[in-house]
């Protein structure tokens, strides 16, 4: 068996900056609520329609390319993470794979939310260990902008989220001291319906009704306050079973890079798992929730400003809708 590292990272984030104080002009919120609740400062939406998850992926690929050393048409398989595909089908992986130029290449969608990365990671990890293939790109990329509601109803899920776009570059290495060292991943589908969107429903023919407009089920659901119980559960009891199982201390870890959810979530989970705040990379006071892209985003993000590199270990930590969880722990470097 091969050992798989993350070989490059790169992000892309859509230039229009969205602040508290704008969303407070379209329905009742204000920058002290956000801020107090989550953390979230800013984020960042499209620019114009037209523009979906595949095409803030491209940047982001060319990007995790670069700096990975390999150019786009190295790439021998796909795995793209979200929860705002371009369009019900086919996956946004099909559609990115075209506009960077690389046919024939196969490419997969995985459909679990804030915990999407961590699962492909997973997979890609099982494809580079196997030797089934070398450059894998594993994609995290959403646009929510769309997606969500504009109105005093759907203001407390609408204030979380933001686009973005972040990719990891996963491929073999010889050195036993680098790469994807152990990823766990769960799931709890009886949470399913405390973080959904109900409508398009294939349950209801037609899929689609005016009623489902009128009653607000196209928009995301959130009961807030058993997700953060949730999350602040999870995350730590998974975080602390990939530490044990490796034999890993806090003080072995570099860096804990958690999905970007909220930053009170963030903050109970270092202190659960007694991690020093300036352990822990925060960036969503800037970019707020962006689901699948957050993990890999945050990574490349402490990469570029070199709070972290090769060598260094690196604790990763994700919930979110479905339920779904993970942890996982990479060595950086190949
Ligand atoms: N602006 C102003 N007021 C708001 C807003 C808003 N955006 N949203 C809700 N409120 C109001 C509510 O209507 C309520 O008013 P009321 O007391 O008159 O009924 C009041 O604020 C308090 O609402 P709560 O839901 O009790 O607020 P809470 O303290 O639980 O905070 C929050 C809400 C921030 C969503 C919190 O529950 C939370 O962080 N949950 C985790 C959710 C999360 O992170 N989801 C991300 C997606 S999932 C993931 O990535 C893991």
Redesign the pocket.
């Known amino acids: 068996m091969k050992r798989a590292a993350i070989l490059g990272v790169g992000h892309y984030v859509p230039s229009r900056v969205v602040t508290n104080d704008d969303?407070a002009k379209l329905?009742?919120?204000?920058d002290e609520?956000?801020r107090q609740?989550?953390g979230i400062q800013e984020r960042r939406y499209i620019e114009h329609d037209g523009i979906g998850s595949s095409d803030l992926a491209v940047p982001a690929v060319q990007a995790a390319c670069e700096n990975a050393g390999i150019d786009v048409k190295d790439i021998d398989a796909i795995i793209f993470a979200t929860l705002s595909p371009d369009h019900v089908f086919p996956g946004s992986g099909c559609f990115l794979q075209d506009k960077l130029g690389i046919p024939c290449v196969p490419a997969m969608d995985i459909r679990n939310?804030?915990s999407g990365f961590l699962y492909g990671l997973k997979v890609a990890d099982a494809w580079v260990q196997t030797g089934m293939y070398q450059r894998v790109a594993v994609v995290g990329a959403e646009v929510h902008s769309t997606g969500i509601e504009f109105a005093d109803r759907g203001?407390?899920?609408?204030?979380?989220?933001g686009d973005g776009a972040a990719c990891a570059i996963v491929g073999p290495t010889e050195r036993e001291d680098r790469g994807i060292i152990d990823i766990e991943v769960h799931a709890d589908g009886s949470g399913a319906k405390l973080?959904w969107i109900e409508a398009a429903d294939s349950t209801q023919t037609p899929r689609m009704q005016q009623r489902m407009i009128d009653e607000g089920t196209i928009w995301p659901s959130?009961?807030?306050?058993q997700?953060?119980r949730?999350?602040t559960d999870k995350m730590p009891e998974v975080a602390r079973s990939v530490m044990q199982r490796n034999g890993v201390t806090n003080d072995d870890i570099k860096l804990l890079v958690p999905?970007?959810?909220?930053m009170?979530?963030n903050e109970f989970v270092a202190k659960k798992l007694e991690l020093p705040a300036d352990k822990v990379v925060h960036n969503i006071q800037k970019y707020g929730?962006t689901?699948a892209a957050?993990i890999p985003l945050a990574l490349s993000e402490a990469m570029a400003e070199g709070r972290c590199g090769d060598g260094d270990l690196i604790l990763f930590a994700?919930?979110?809708?479905g339920f779904t969880w993970g942890a996982g722990l990479v060595r950086l470097g190949s």
Do not use: E, P, Y
Request: with cysteine; glycine share 4%; net charge positive.
């Open positions: 969303l329905f009742d919120t204000s609520w956000i609740r989550t939310q804030c203001r407390d899920v609408t204030v979380l989220f973080l959130m009961n807030g306050k997700v953060f949730w999350a999905h970007q959810a909220n009170r979530i929730n689901t957050s994700a919930f979110g809708s």
